[in-house]
């Protein structure tokens, strides 16, 4: 990589926590890095980041591909030609909004497989890193997206994990297949929701740092019910604290 683009990526089973970990990554840099470049992707089909966010997603990453797919007007084109063209139709589709822009893969209308789309996902990612200081990728549940090298150029690799004995036991599967499929500088684990928080008493688990312990937050549940977004957090919220400090023990903040 060209610069020293900080790329974020949350990763672990279904339901712990990382999108809403990721919309407070993303508030905390709007915050705290003012005059930087943010891009939040939603790497997960099931868009949830948007409504986190609170942004607008005018075009998806699958709608921008099949457009550029769709303008050949006969001849094949060189797969340098489209990805410059979907560089293109990616910063106008990426507009700033709230100090931040937005990115999401979207659903394939074709059936089955998403092979496609990740590998598309891939090359986007490596496109526009340089354009930003902070990529911050919300990533679809379980290693499918790290196993298909999606994840490969991520420098900080954030594994979110419940407190259960089951979801902290696949932390260091994680981290194998991770070590190495990618390139990261930096690897944490937040558990997020943590009932008993102070039954932690390792320093890392699965040869993975731990980085936050965050206790059920009231104030993120309250949000759930009112369908408000993470800027509506109070800023002294706990998962915002939480999160901070994952953020300055990885040295981002
Ligand atoms: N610390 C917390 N305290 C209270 N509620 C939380 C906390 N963290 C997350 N939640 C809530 O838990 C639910 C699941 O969180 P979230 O959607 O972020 O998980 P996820 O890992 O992205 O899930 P998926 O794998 O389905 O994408 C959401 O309703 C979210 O608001
Ligand atoms: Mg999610």
Redesign the pocket.
């Known amino acids: 990589m060209a610069n020293n683009t900080v790329v974020i990526a949350l990763t672990?089973k279904?339901?712990?926590?990382?999108?809403?970990?990721c919309a407070a990554i993303v508030r905390l840099l709007t915050a705290k890095k003012p005059d930087s470049k943010i891009l939040a992707i939603d790497a997960?089909p099931?868009v949830?980041l948007l409504v986190s966010l609170g942004a607008k997603a005018p075009h998806t990453l699958d709608q921008i591909r099949k457009s550029v797919a769709e303008d050949v007007t006969g001849k094949l084109r060189d797969t340098q030609d489209i990805l410059a063209e979907a560089k293109f139709k990616l910063m106008d589709a990426m507009e700033e909004q709230n100090g931040f822009c937005f990115l999401a893969i979207g659903r394939p209308e074709a059936a089955g497989c998403y092979c496609a789309i990740n590998a598309y996902l891939k090359k986007v990612i490596e496109m526009v890193v340089d354009d930003f200081d902070y990529v911050v990728i919300?990533g679809e549940?379980g290693i499918e997206q790290i196993n298909r090298r999606v994840l490969e150029k991520v420098t900080h690799l954030i594994c979110?994990s419940d407190q259960s004995k089951k979801g902290l036991g696949i932390i260091g599967t994680i981290k194998e297949v991770a070590d190495e499929l990618v390139m990261y500088d930096d690897i944490g684990l937040i558990i997020?929701?943590a009932p008993l928080p102070d039954k932690i008493t390792e320093s890392e688990i699965g040869g993975v740092k731990i980085v936050s312990v965050?206790p059920?937050?009231d104030s993120?549940?309250e949000?759930?019910i009112e369908g408000k977004n993470i800027f509506e957090l109070p800023e002294n919220a706990?998962?915002l604290k939480g999160t901070e400090e994952a953020l300055k023990k990885l040295n981002i903040l």
């Open positions: 672990g279904g339901g712990v926590g990382k999108t809403s970990l997960d099931a949830g919300d549940a979110v997020n929701r965050i059920p937050d993120m549940t949000n759930d706990g998962i």
